[in-house]
Nanobody, 122 residues
Framework: QVQLVEYGGGLVQAGGSLRLSCVAS????????MGWFRQAPGKEREFVGA???????YYTDSVKGRFTISRDNAKSTVYLQMNSLKPEDTAVYYC????????????????WGQGTQVTVSS
């Protein structure tokens, strides 16, 4: 069983930056792929990016070049560094975990955090 807790959400002006953290419980964090998803009001939850257990990263097109995912296995933590934020990035951001390789579809992830709100003002 893996429990995930996100930190770092908040209110930021357009063009600003935020770093989200997701801390995982358990001893096997290094074997898990970690994904970031987001859900804007009135919209479906969508894939943002992910990092595999081996460090391979993948991002959705809308955040490429602006967002960076990294992981610190010693701290059982995955990060989402968000730069050049836009109002359309406003959403609740969730981290999720699945064994080994990343996936783009949310149903492929077994464990989810509670989410953290990111609001980007124009």
């Amino acid at each position: 069983q893996v429990q995930l807790v996100e930190y770092g959400g908040g209110l930021v002006q357009a063009g600003g930056s935020l770093r989200l953290s997701c801390v995982a419980s358990g001893r096997t964090f290094s074997t898990y792929a970690m994904g970031w998803f987001r859900q804007a009001p009135g919209k479906e939850r969508e894939f943002v990016g992910a990092i595999s257990w081996s460090g391979i990263r993948y991002y959705t097109d809308s955040v490429k070049g602006r967002f960076t995912i990294s992981r610190d296995n010693a701290k059982s933590t995955v990060y989402l560094q968000m730069n050049s934020l836009k109002p359309e990035d406003t959403a609740v951001y969730y981290c999720a975990a699945r064994y080994r390789d990343y996936a783009l579809l949310q149903y492929a992830y077994s464990y989810w955090g509670q989410g953290t709100q990111v609001t980007v003002s124009s």
